[in-house]
């Protein structure tokens, strides 16, 4: 075994799910030199793990809203150039979906994917030349760990996963100091969201604790929720827009995070850090956070169940104090 290219592009919290299979491959194959597709704007979460040799960045989503762009055209011949001229020993998609498919068929090497029964979508196992059923009904990170346990060849693993990255060194937000607790109250669907006067009062208990409120945003819509919260909270830092990867510094240097169902909350986990993560209309079973030490993240909440400011509080603290 020397060369493995893994595709698993989108979401982030997806992304980050799969991490924990570099450290399994190394664990079983230590010669594997590891490469990894990934929509571009999660390139920055494989770049973290130094057990990924490369990182090889797609735009789908952005070539899918320009779809007769003349720099997506090009894009996409510089991407179908570079991976056509690769060989791996494997090629293993985790995605199982049809565009993760298509991408594996575009390298050189035996494409190795989850049967019809267990993909996503079942007609990305005819693009394979190796399929394994995988289980369904267990999370996220279990099925991507065996899946490539089938692919490469050994026992899939029951240890806990080892996520393997650390947040950058780099501090780029001034003035940012003393204890402090990211708070990760945006998401991509209004009905996941925990109410502002939720985080309002969980922001005056932190402040009661000595612990700052700082919340983080990436569109105009999460600014301003971010800052109507901030308004309400004494202490309260509301952040600049930052990368994932600066994001994942100040989560660094962080005393704990809460979240809403969001990738952001899976890389605070990843990161080790002590997380609460809060669930309002998903359920936490498949998909929730799946930490490496059961004692530093937990999963709050579930469809129609909104978790209450002190079952938070008391959550939050309780790791805190560990």
């Known amino acids: 075994m020397s060369r493995v290219l893994l595709i698993k592009t989108s979401s982030l919290g997806d992304v980050v799910h799969n991490l924990p299979v570099v450290?399994?491959?190394?664990a079983n194959a230590p010669d594997a030199r590891i490469e990894w597709v990934v929509e571009e704007g999660f390139a920055d979460i494989p770049r973290l793990h130094p057990g990924v040799s490369r990182v090889i960045p797609v735009a789908l989503r952005r070539w899918r809203r320009?779809?007769?762009?003349?720099a997506a055209w090009r894009e996409m011949r510089a991407l179908r150039q570079t991976?056509?001229?690769e060989h791996y020993d494997l090629i293993i998609d985790t995605q199982g979906l049809i565009k993760s498919a298509l991408?594996?068929?575009l390298a050189q090497g035996t494409r190795c994917g989850q049967d019809a029964a267990s993909a996503r979508e079942p007609l990305s196992a005819r693009f394979y030349d190796r399929?394994?059923?995988v289980a369904r009904g267990q999370h996220a990170v279990a099925r991507n760990r065996e899946l490539v346990a089938h692919a490469i060849g050994y026992a899939p693993p029951t240890a806990a996963p080892d996520y393997g990255i650390d947040a950058p060194r780099e501090y780029t937000v001034p003035d940012l100091t003393g204890s402090f607790v990211v708070c990760l109250h945006a998401t991509s669907r209004t009905s996941k969201l925990w109410p502002e006067s939720h985080w309002i009062r969980l922001g005056a208990a932190l402040r009661a604790a000595?612990?700052?409120?700082?919340?983080?945003?990436?569109?105009v819509v999460e600014r301003t929720r971010a800052q109507a919260i901030a308004s309400r909270v004494e202490g309260a830092r509301v952040l600049p827009r930052l990368a994932i990867r600066d994001l994942a510094a100040v989560m660094g240097h962080a005393r704990a995070a809460v979240g809403v169902d969001t990738g952001l909350v899976h890389l605070?986990?990843?990161?080790g850090l002590p997380t609460v993560a809060i669930y309002t209309d998903t359920l936490p079973l498949l998909t929730g956070v799946y930490p490496a030490n059961s004692r530093r993240a937990v999963n709050l909440g579930s469809t129609g169940e909104i978790p209450a400011v002190e079952q938070v509080w008391t959550a939050l603290d309780g790791m805190i104090r560990q």
Do not use: E
């Open 23 to 26: 450290a399994d491959i190394h």
């Open 66 to 70: 320009r779809p007769w762009s003349p």
């Open 83 to 85: 991976l056509g001229r």
């Open 103 to 105: 991408l594996a068929r």
């Open 131 to 133: 399929t394994y059923p």
């Open 210 to 219: 000595g612990l700052a409120m700082v919340l983080p945003w990436g569109n």
């Open 268 to 271: 605070a986990v990843a990161l």
